[in-house]
């Protein structure tokens, strides 16, 4: 689609590769560009992970192939609380009003949700003024806040909004994209019409992933006695760690003192799990902190298997690191509860299912996986297989392209 305009519309996940956080949305952008698109990325002055301002300065020096916008965002300091709504609203007026008052004729827009007011107030400019309106669903606001906040009529009030603006920017959209299978659905639950609709994995560049594995491999020193369980992701509420170094304080009590769990990352929680390894005098976890993408990667290929560990009731579906698991080549110890994920797991045959926060049984898992050495080795087969076939982006992010073209071709046609 030569000489097509697209704005990419994030406040909450556009992130760029010299900052820490999530890249999908700036693969997306250069996708798009490399597709023949003048792409546009409008995005906050705030960084989400670090709670922080951003360094714009050095982002745009990089001289992106794309046109960078920055939207002023007042600063907030937790992850749920009435800061960061009131943030995400004055966000969305600020978003709205900068698109308003542009001279760009965008042909699409392609905006991630949450923020769901964000992405109301875009849906709405787009449906006023006729441009195809593309949802890319990463979280399911408020369904995922009201399974970690208390049962109150404090808590229904809070949640209200965003109940109304994700149902304005759904029955707006144009087309969805959805990470995991239920987030897609959630486009149409409450307004069914037929509109183009894709699951596009988070999943990860296997190229990059694969480059990591090669240039930090020969750094990492592991002894042939020991076997890793390995952990890569943030440090809080939904994680469970604690239940993990439980389990492996457990097996090392009952004398595998040769399984070595290790956890890479960081986030609110990460003083709180190291104490407590401290405390059940847990010497078999090693906390290596925030470790870069490409040796996270050598870290997950050396490792003996990875594990997806989550805390009961955890709103997650198919978070990033799945995609960064599969490419390794390890099978996967899982104790997220959601369903759509638990069926991958088993449909794929790439590992196993635990149950949440049981620590008997986590520690039950790793020694089946340790001691079965044939099963571990068809799980490993399996999950680099899924993360080739549906997780690589070069391949699997192609959909959403083609979403936008086919979007602008009909609207093109009805004009």
């Known amino acids: 689609m030569k000489n097509k305009k697209i704005a990419i519309v994030s406040n909450g996940y556009a992130w760029f590769p010299c900052e820490p956080g999530p890249n999908r949305f700036f693969y997306i952008a250069n996708l ?5 698109y003048d792409v546009e990325v409008i995005t906050v002055d705030f960084q989400h992970f670090q709670k922080k301002a951003r360094d714009t300065k050095k982002i745009l020096s990089e001289n992106y192939p794309f046109k960078i916008t920055f939207v002023k965002t007042p600063p907030y300091n937790k992850n749920i609380d009435f800061k960061r709504i009131r943030s995400n609203q004055t966000v969305a007026k600020n978003i709205a009003s900068y698109l308003t008052k542009s001279q760009t004729k965008y042909d699409a827009v392609y905006c991630s949700i949450p923020s769901n007011r964000v992405a109301a107030r875009v849906s709405e400019y787009c449906r006023q003024n006729g441009i195809p309106f593309i949802v890319d669903i990463e979280d399911l606001w408020p369904e995922a806040m009201s399974m970690v906040l208390p049962k109150n009529p404090l808590t229904s009030l809070f949640l209200r909004p965003l109940k109304k603006d994700a149902e304005t920017a759904y029955k707006n959209a144009s087309g969805a994209i959805g990470t995991s299978e239920d987030y897609t659905a959630r486009a149409v639950k409450n307004n069914y019409r037929s509109i183009p609709m894709k699951t596009v994995y988070v999943g990860c560049d296997l190229d990059v ?14 002894p042939e006695n020991e076997y890793w369980v390995t952990y890569a992701g943030s440090l809080g509420k939904s994680y469970d760690i604690l239940t993990l170094i439980d389990a492996a304080g457990r097996l090392e009590k009952e004398g595998h003192a040769d399984i070595k769990i290790k956890i890479l990352g960081t986030g609110p929680r990460a003083d709180e799990f190291k104490n407590h390894a401290k405390e059940i005098g847990c010497g078999n976890v090693e906390f290596l902190g925030y470790t870069a993408y490409p040796k996270m990667a050598a870290y997950l290929h050396k490792s003996d298997a990875a594990i997806n560990s989550f805390v009961k009731g955890a709103p997650q579906s198919i978070v990033n690191k799945v995609g960064d698991y599969l490419s390794s080549g390890r099978p996967m110890i899982n104790t997220l509860e959601n369903p759509v994920f638990c069926d991958l ?15 008997k049984a986590l520690a039950e898992g ?10 571990s080795k068809k799980y490993s087969v399996n999950a680099r297989i899924t993360a080739e076939r549906e997780f690589d982006r070069k391949t699997a992010y192609q959909a959403i392209v083609d979403m936008a073209d086919l979007l602008i071709q009909d609207n093109s046609e009805r004009k």
């Open 32 to 36: 798009f560009v490399n597709a023949g």
């Open 209 to 222: 992933f694969d480059e990591g594995v090669r240039t930090y491999s020969g750094e990492i020193e592991k």
């Open 345 to 359: 797991v088993t449909k794929k045959d790439f590992g196993i299912n635990v149950p949440a926060e049981d620590a």
């Open 366 to 375: 790793i020694l089946l996986l340790k001691n079965n050495p044939e099963l």
